[in-house]
């Protein structure tokens, strides 16, 4: 499905963390958010997940737009670089962690 953010920008009070990005990702594609930090890389992320509302702008997946879409409504999934989240998991078992809640069945998991 096509993920494209149109025009998004995220502020935070006086602080503009993205500014009016403008984002095309083909469905299959891979793209990296290089920068440093406090650049707005995470906030992007955020923004595509539903984690953040855009002041500005919209996220469209395939097409419509889901700036009004709830997090768990929107078939996006997140890790962050933190090991915060499940510190005794390795990374297999961290991803896995969220397909079994979804009830995915084991050999569709292993793959």
Partial sequence: ???VLEESTKRFGDLVAVDNLNLDIEDGEIVSLLGPSGSGKTTVLNMISGFERP???NV????KSVNDIHPRE?????VFQEYAIFTTMNAYENIA??????KIPKRQIER
């Fill in 55 to 57: 002041n500005h702008g």
């Fill in 1 to 3: 499905m096509k993920l």
């Fill in 74 to 78: 929107r078939n996006v999934g997140m």
């Fill in 60 to 63: 469209y997946f395939g097409g």
């Fill in 97 to 102: 962690f969220g397909l079994r809640v979804r």
